[in-house]
């Protein structure tokens, strides 16, 4: 639904009816939001450690099935997050249970540079818009800023323990949020600062807006607050019946930003305009029990990844009692419910088409087409839950971070490529 918000909706009735208003909004270009964010106010009070596939000819159990075309095995406890560059894809971040992060090349598992000194499991990493710049972060609240080209530290800054980090879509701007409720932002490397002081209780989620002059975040409390980055101000809070019945554990925005879907772990997914602030949807779903749950997991079940398709107006939301749900956005009704045999960790679309990729704690990563709500493939490898993962522009490629101490890089083959 690009360029086209949804204004109304009536979810008392029998019927459940979204008017469309088209924008003609001339969207703004790169460098311009980058000039805009330039305007806003910051004054205030070796070789080693990776395997290439095996072309042996036996074949495996499934239990033992490795589709991976590379392994990279550097660190020593669970691999927490992963990141490719975005501008050619080539190079990967991984951060981990260790506390260490390394920067390596996809192709072939060479590490470039690591990114030392961090002194807790590093959570956070990613590069910046143009790849010349990877941020990480650990759960005590050290960000550090290195240079990829000269694989030096620009800049490191220490906050409250770290609960997620993200840089801004085009501009060389870092926000994080934090277990005290506040969001940072800072330029880099310069370091000139604004804070986004929150209600005391841990800021979850956040993401920044396709303008670039927004952010949604999230908290444990339920509450849902747009802040406007140049202005310093929210421009829209939800809470109490709009908001969500507790902590808010992921948030994505359409392709235009008019809209945005969080989840939490009252199991409901909430669809927001980002021009009213007002609720136009709410999603949920009574899931199934998977086959397989972590113990401490068993009894409980919420919202872990929600997403827009950019080609066609379908919503996703998995759930960690392994349900992936994908809704028709004009309807707001359910339109296939894609079992997994254990709890969904992220869910990602492809860019330019109807396919959707989730990562669960089964340590698969599947291919499920919205469509027909059909698994197209599945691909295994680690003997552990998956954590994090992420695709490159084209979907042939997708990077893996596991429990058992590995990152994966799988090829992905289609019948249509």
Known sequence: MENSEINSVDLHGDEEIIEVIELNETEPTPDDLAEDIEDVDFTEGDDEGWETEDEGGEEMEEADKDDSDLTFSKHTGSVFCVNLDPSTNSLAVTGGEDDRSFVWRVSDGEVLFECTGHKDSVTSASFSHDSALVATGDMSGLIKVWKVETKQEVWSFEVGDLEWMEWHPCALVL??????????????????????????????????????????????????????LKQGNTSHVLKGPDGHQGPVTCVACSKDGGLILTGSVDCRAKLISTATGKVVGVFSTEGRKPKVLMEEESETNSVESVGFCNVLPLVAVAYLDGTLAIYDLSTQSLRHKCPHEAGIVHLQWED??????????????????????????????????????????????????SGDHKAKVFCLQRPDR
């Not at 994080?176 to 490397?189: E, F, H, L, S």
């Not at 002081?197 to 444990?220: F, H, M, N, S």
């Not at 669960?360 to 499920?368: K, N, T, Y």
Request: hydrophobic share 40%; aromatic share 8%; net charge neutral.
């Open 352 to 401: 330019s088409s109807p396919l959707l990729y989730t990562c669960s704690l089964d340590g698969a990563v599947r291919i499920w087409d919205a469509r027909s709500g059909q698994m197209v493939t599945q691909y295994r490898g680690h003997t552990a839950e998956i954590l994090d993962f992420t695709l490159n522009r084209e979907a042939s490629v997708a990077v893996t971070a």
């Open 175 to 228: 926000l994080a949020g934090t277990a005290d409720g506040n969001v940072w932002m800072w330029k880099i490397p310069s370091g000139e600062c604004k804070t986004f002081q929150g209600p005391g209780c841990q800021a979850t989620t956040g993401k920044i807006l396709p303008d670039g002059k927004r952010a949604v975040v999230g908290y444990e409390d339920g509450i849902i607050r747009l802040w406007d």
